[in-house]
């Protein structure tokens, strides 16, 4: 099955830092990935969606400048929260659809990464 | 984000009864719909998607779907006490995925 890898599981930064997070599909070629951002007891929510090749999408209040994402290949998408405060602190999942499979296909999601800024 | 809602429980069901799980959205251009399972701490997994009106079945779990009611459900027949999660309802809406703030379900042995 489709596989989705996301980098590191879990990180602890200092506040003013930048903070890189990758996600890979393994198995299969992503034209697009999403970006997911989950505080406790609450639900996914949306960020962003990275297109290979082009600038992400964004959406609605989430800052562009502040969470930089870059899909320069196929099976690879990063994301990096420039400058992070507390309030960042967060669960990060990205997730990919297979570029082969039905417009309606599922996502496939990496393991998360937790975020803690101190 | 279009709204997709869901009854954030917690539901209690014993074990081998049969746990019934809502959502509901706005968008009525969604086209496709997906159950997901989120333990404490991980990422989602998913059980099942549904894409026209009626029941899916798969194992244990069947989906249904009402497009004109914009409603769309999860039975689990025969509960496990692993079956004890959050349960998460995506709908997809022009390619982007929207989830609601998910059920929480517990099995009781």
């Known amino acids: 099955g489709a596989v989705v890898s996301q980098h590191p599981s879990w990180v602890i930064c200092k506040s003013g830092t930048s903070v890189k997070i990758e996600c890979r599909s393994l198995?299969?070629?992503?034209?697009?990935m999403f970006w997911y951002r989950q505080f406790p007891k609450q639900s996914l929510m949306l960020m962003a969606t990275?297109?290979?090749?082009?600038?992400?999408?964004?959406e609605q209040g989430v800052e562009k400048d502040k969470f930089l994402i870059n899909h320069a290949s196929l099976t690879l998408s990063t994301l990096t929260v420039t400058s992070a405060h507390p309030e960042d602190s967060s669960f990060y999942i990205c997730?990919?659809?297979?570029?082969?499979?039905?417009?309606?296909?599922?996502?496939?999601f990496g393991n998360g990464t937790r975020l803690t800024v101190t | 984000q279009k709204e997709v809602e869901q009854n954030s429980g917690p539901l209690s069901v014993p074990e081998g009864a049969i746990a019934s799980l809502n959502c509901t959205y706005s968008?009525?251009?969604?086209?496709?719909f997906f159950w997901y399972r989120q333990y404490s701490g991980k990422s989602p997994e998913l059980i099942m998607f549904i894409y026209s009106n009626g029941d899916k079945e798969d194992g244990r779990f069947t989906a249904q779907l009402n497009k004109a009611s914009q409603y769309v459900s999860l039975l689990i027949r025969d509960s496990q006490p692993s079956d004890s999660a959050t349960y998460l309802c995506?709908?997809?809406?022009?390619?982007?995925?929207?989830f609601g703030t998910g059920t929480s379900l517990t099995v009781i042995p």
């Open positions: 990275s297109n290979e090749g082009s600038k992400a999408t964004y």
């Open positions: 995506a709908v997809n809406q022009m390619s982007k995925f929207y």
């Open positions: 968008d009525r251009g969604s086209q496709s």
């Open positions: 997730s990919a659809r297979d570029r082969v499979g039905a417009s309606n296909s599922p996502l496939h």
């Open positions: 198995d299969f070629q992503a034209t697009t």
